[in-house]
């Protein structure tokens, strides 16, 4: 038995599943999850020693590679100054007015510990702030496991959802109303339908979730425009996104594309915490004085704006912000992209693959799709064989066809050659054995 093989029996005794989150058990690909031991730069080392390039970056947050020597040292001080206060300090005002001079449309920030919460916390501002109940996800996109956002689609257009985990009774779901990701016409009937109840939609503009699928233009212009006729809120879970695809996150992608565009409030995550547990909310002005402890609308949380996690944060926002940053990530991750499309097309082998700034995808099909139904069907066999084969050759995937993966500052072109290597190798021997498969 194997290192990783005895720990992941051990860590089944006591945790359950063996996993803190569920798709670290690798149960979508099949075989024995990789414990990590630690990690440098754009690698990873199990606690067997094997060395892998890392494209999950702790699904995100690591957009400088690991251990980047300012953040470290910012860490190291800020754990020297104290773990935790209950009480406030100034570094959360300066990480607060940092994510608001990077995103226009936020003008204020509420600071919490998790995706999640952040999500959870934005919809009921939303709701508050509104005095409207319902509220609009998209199937494929994941906001955190709040009760109110574990959904599956209805059985017919403008339908309420349905809870997709146990515990989650079917009342607490009975006013959110899953669509289609990219579909106008259920947008439309479902405002047509709803609009004077609905409180907020929630999306992510690039799903994460569903490998990397991007909200079409046309779609998110229609969005924003029944949203403003309607009165609800247009809520960005930018908790992937957000300084990840680009400086201003997602929705300066599409500000760019739809002129006078902008969310009315945006849910950061991953990349502003830099590797620690933080998140948080925002938007203007008016809508979060409904926050206690100015409004109503109740919310609080005994670490938020942890010293050492802001400190953490704030040293990857100065970092990420210096000139050229992004047109260095952008293009190596374009690189990456390119490159195993190419050795797909060599291979014989259906792939197509997208990116912005660090944040890529890659499906094996013909074409790019476009809603989660799509993504779900294309080839899943083929997706877990690749995996493991570039796992096999020191290449770490995200393990499930369905998650989005993500390129650091640390990866070197020599990086992205050593992973085009190993998907050619890992390609071609998929094309010989497809015969054999028939």
């Keep these: 038995m194997s290192t990783n093989e005895e720990l992941f029996a051990r860590a089944q005794r006591v945790i359950p599943g063996g996993v803190n989150s569920p798709v670290r058990a690798f149960r979508a690909v099949g075989g024995t999850p990789r414990f990590i031991r630690r990690a440098q730069g754009p690698h990873i080392w199990d606690a067997e020693g094997r060395k892998y390039i890392d494209y999950i970056g702790s699904w995100g947050p690591m957009i400088l ?92 257009l403008a339908t309420f959802g349905h809870p997709t985990s146990a515990g989650v009774p079917p009342e607490v779901v009975q006013h959110t109303l899953v669509l289609e990701y990219n579909n106008v016409a259920q947008l439309e009937e479902a405002f047509a339908t709803h609009g004077p109840q609905i409180a907020c939609v929630m999306i992510e503009p690039i799903a994460g979730n569903m490998n990397f699928v991007r909200a079409s233009v046309p779609f998110m212009k229609r969005l924003r425009e029944l949203c403003t006729a309607h009165g609800a809120l247009l809520a960005f879970d930018e908790v992937m996104t957000g300084f990840r695809v680009a400086l201003g996150g997602a929705q300066s992608v599409y500000a760019k594309l739809i002129p006078g565009f902008r969310p009315d409030m945006s849910v950061f995550g991953k ?168």
Aim: negative net charge; glycine residues 12%.
């Design 65 to 156: 590679g690991h251990g980047h020597p300012a953040v470290l040292e910012a860490v190291q001080k800020a754990a020297l100054d104290g773990f935790s206060f209950g009480a406030p300090t100034e570094r959360e005002i300066e990480l607060a007015e940092a994510i608001i001079a990077l995103v226009p449309s936020v003008e204020q920030v509420r600071l919490v510990s998790s995706g999640t919460e952040a999500g959870m916390s934005a919809i009921r501002l939303a709701r508050g702030a509104t005095g409207r109940s319902k509220i609009v996800k998209f199937e494929g996109c994941y906001h955190g496991h709040a009760d109110a956002l574990l959904v599956k689609a209805g059985s017919g």
């Design 271 to 438: 990349v502003i915490g830099g590797g620690m547990p933080l998140a948080a909310f925002g938007a203007s002005r008016d809508i979060m004085s409904q926050l206690a402890p100015l409004g109503p609308v109740y919310q609080a949380g005994t670490l938020s704006g942890n010293p050492v996690a802001t400190a953490c944060g704030l040293a990857t926002l100065r970092e990420i912000s210096k000139p050229g940053f992004f047109d260095t990530l952008s293009a190596r991750t374009r690189s990456l992209v390119e490159g195993l499309t190419a050795a797909a097309r060599q291979a014989g082998v259906p792939m197509v693959g997208d990116s912005e700034g660090g944040m890529f995808g890659f499906f094996f099909s013909d074409a790019l799709p476009q809603n989660y139904g799509v993504v779900m069907a294309t080839d899943k066999e083929r997706f877990n064989r690749f995996f493991h084969a570039m796992l096999d050759r020191g290449v770490y995937l995200a393990p499930a066809l369905y998650e989005a993966g993500f390129v650091s500052a640390a990866h070197t072109a020599d990086d992205i050659a050593a992973t085009v290597a190993a998907a050619s190798e890992a390609l071609a021997a998929e094309a010989a054995a497809a015969p054999k498969r028939g």
